[in-house]
């Protein structure tokens, strides 16, 4: 049988979890919390996180070094990310649109090639996009920091 003061302990360390939680979520904890959880979310590879942690820290407290770096860190791994698409997407203008006269612009003229190149077009294009959004969150970003 479960004794009565571990339920109430399970209760009360629930609902401060719980309380916690919803305090984090919306902004009220200091905000070196913030500055760490954003740094942390980058060491995971969650960008998403990274940002949505580091709005969180400017927007209730004036900006300090502290958020002044981490927003910098934040948009250095943003122009490495937009670094890597921008040379996938030269490697994929490398075999879609070769020299004149070169190996793979005669490879690229036998129909068996077509699917092959419709699909690395999508890819290409899917990268583009791609590199609008960081773009668009990196220049939101500078906005706020």
Known sequence: MISVSFLTSMLAGLVTKLGIDQLMKHGYM???TYIKAALKALEKDDLDEAIRSYHLSVR???????TEVAGEIIASAIA??????ERRVAELDEILYP???SRQFWLNL???NRSKLQ???????G???AITVLNK???NLNQRG
């Open 30 to 32: 200091p905000q070196a």
């Open 60 to 66: 209730r407290w004036r900006p300090s070094q502290r």
């Open 80 to 85: 490495v990310r937009i670094a890597k698409l």
């Open 99 to 101: 020299r004149r006269f």
């Open 110 to 112: 036998l129909p068996r």
């Open 119 to 125: 699909a690395l077009q999508e890819e290409r294009k």
């Open 127 to 129: 990268y583009e996009e």
């Open 137 to 139: 969150i990196r220049d």
